[in-house]
C-alpha cells in the first residue's frame, strides 16, 4: 500500500506540467480554470492532470465553495522531497567511504614514488 | 551541478522523460584512483555496499563482458544478493554495467559511470542509473530509505488516511 501511494506520488511528479502546478499551488489555492489559464492547452488536459496530482494525495478539492479550489498538501510533497533527501544522504555516506580509499591509495602512491608537482597521477597509464 | 569547492557534495536528479536516477559527486582525488577505487573488486567491497551491512564479494571481473556477483549480510542475518555483467570498460573514462537484486529478479538496471578529469589532482564521476519504467526507479530510489525510514512510510500511512 505505502509502496503504491509512493510510486503514485513519484509518478504524478514525473510530469514537467504538474511539477509546474504543484509549483503553483505552493503559492496559495487556485481554481482549474486559474491554473489553466497560462497553458496552451484544454481545461480538460489540466483537469486531468489534477487528477493525476489528487490521486496521489498531493491534491485535494475543496467541496464548500462554487469555485472548488484546488489545495496542495504541502505535507506529502515534503516527505517526497525527504525521501529523496534521504536517498542523497545515503549516495554521500557511501561516497564518504569511497574519500577514504582514495586518501589511503594516495598515501600509497606517496610511499612507493614521490608524486612530481603539477603532474596527474596515472599509474594504469590510460588516461585519455 | 555541484559549484562548491570546499565540499564534494552529492548531487541526486530524477528523469522526467525516462526513469534514470543521475548521481554526480566529485572527489579528491585523481581520475585513475577513482577508476581503480570503482573498479578493483577489494577497493569496491571497502565502500560501496550499505552501511551497517558487509560486502562480500564472489566475483568482479571488471572488463568488458565480464561479470560480477556480490553479496551483502547485517547482524540480522539478512543478505542480500546482487549481480550484473560489465558491458563496457573504458579505464578512467567510463564503465557500463548491468545491476539486478535477487529480491527483485525481473528488475535490472542499467548502469553508465562517466569518470572525468578535473586537473589538480581531482576527478568527477556521473552515473546514470536507466531502470525498466518509473514504478522500478521509484521503487529503487525507496529501497535507500529502507533502513530506518520505516515510520516514514508509516507517517505517510497516517496522513493520506486523513486525506
Known amino acids: 500500500m505505502a509502496a503504491d501511494q509512493l510510486s503514485r506520488v513519484f509518478s504524478a511528479l514525473s510530469d514537467p506540467t504538474r511539477r509546474d502546478l504543484v509549483a503553483r499551488l505552493a503559492v496559495g489555492d487556485a481554481t482549474v480554470n486559474e491554473l489553466a489559464a497560462p497553458y496552451d492547452v484544454t481545461l480538460q488536459a489540466v483537469s486531468k492532470h489534477l487528477k493525476v496530482l489528487e490521486d496521489a494525495g498531493l491534491v485535494t478539492r475543496t467541496r464548500d465553495a462554487q469555485r472548488r479550489p484546488c489545495h496542495l498538501e504541502a505535507e506529502v510533497f515534503d516527505l517526497m522531497t525527504k525521501w529523496i533527501e534521504r536517498y542523497r544522504r545515503e549516495a554521500e555516506e557511501r561516497f564518504t567511504r569511497l574519500d577514504a580509499v582514495l586518501a589511503e591509495m594516495r598515501e600509497q602512491d606517496g610511499d612507493d614514488q614521490p608524486r612530481k608537482q603539477g603532474s596527474s597521477d596515472d599509474r594504469t597509464g590510460a588516461g585519455r | ?163
Open chain 2, 1 to 163: 551541478m555541484n559549484t562548491s569547492t570546499t565540499r564534494n557534495q552529492t548531487s541526486i536528479e530524477l528523469g522526467d522523460t525516462v526513469p534514470t536516477v543521475t548521481i554526480t559527486r566529485e572527489f579528491d582525488a585523481p581520475v585513475a584512483h577513482l577508476f581503480r577505487a570503482w573498479t578493483e573488486g577489494d577497493l569496491v567491497a571497502r565502500w560501496l555496499g550499505p552501511r551497517s551491512q558487509t560486502m562480500h564479494i564472489e566475483r568482479y571481473d571488471c572488463e568488458t563482458g565480464g561479470a560480477w556477483r556480490w553479496w551483502s549480510s547485517g547482524e540480522d542475518g539478512v543478505e542480500h544478493h546482487f549481480y550484473g555483467s560489465f558491458h563496457d570498460v573504458r579505464p578512467n573514462d567510463r564503465l557500463v554495467q548491468t545491476f539486478t537484486y535477487e529480491g527483485f529478479p525481473d528488475s535490472v538496471s542499467l548502469e553508465t559511470a562517466t569518470f572525468e578529469d578535473l586537473g589538480d589532482g581531482r576527478s568527477r564521476v556521473v552515473t546514470v542509473s536507466l531502470v525498466d519504467s518509473f514504478e522500478d526507479r521509484d521503487a529503487f530510489v525507496a529501497s535507500g530509505m529502507e533502513h530506518g525510514v520505516v515510520e516514514g512510510y508509516e507517517k505517510l500511512d497516517e496522513l493520506l488516511a486523513t486525506l
